[in-house]
Nanobody
Framework: QVQLVESGGGLVQAGGSLRLSCAAS????????MGWFRQAPGKEREFVAA????????YYADSVKGRFTISRDNAKNTVYLQMNSLEPEDTAVYYC??????????????????WGQGTQVTVSS
């Protein structure tokens, strides 16, 4: 089992940047595929980005492609989400998630076994 704790959220002006971190407990972090999702007020949770266990493959939602970058440091048990050129539409609670299932649809919430509590990102116009 793995526990996930997100950090790095906050209030930023449109056009600004934030870097989210997700720290994982346990000694098997390197065997998990990781994802970031977000949920805006009144909307369903949606996929943002994912990275495979080695960091060699990454996947992005079209809405963030070219602006967000997912990465991981397995030595630090941490996955990151660098968010640049933020827009008010990026305002949401951001969640990280971990998966040990055979990867099928990276953007499907059912792929992921474990979830963090989330961190709020607010982008002002």
């Amino acid at each position: 089992q793995v526990q996930l704790v997100e950090s790095g959220g906050g209030l930023v002006q449109a056009g600004g940047s934030l870097r989210l971190s997700c720290a994982a407990s346990g000694r098997t972090f390197g065997s998990y595929d990781m994802g970031w999702f977000r949920q805006a007020p009144g909307k369903e949770r949606e996929f943002v980005a994912a990275i495979n266990w080695s960091g060699g493959n990454t996947y992005y939602a079209d809405s963030v492609k070219g602006r967000f970058t997912i990465s991981r440091d397995n030595a630090k048990n941490t996955v990151y989400l660098q968010m640049n050129s933020l827009e008010p539409e990026d305002t949401a609670v951001y969640y990280c998630a971990a998966s040990r299932k055979k990867p099928t649809a990276w953007d499907s919430q059912t792929l992921y076994n474990y979830w963090g509590q989330g961190t709020q990102v607010t982008v002002s116009s």
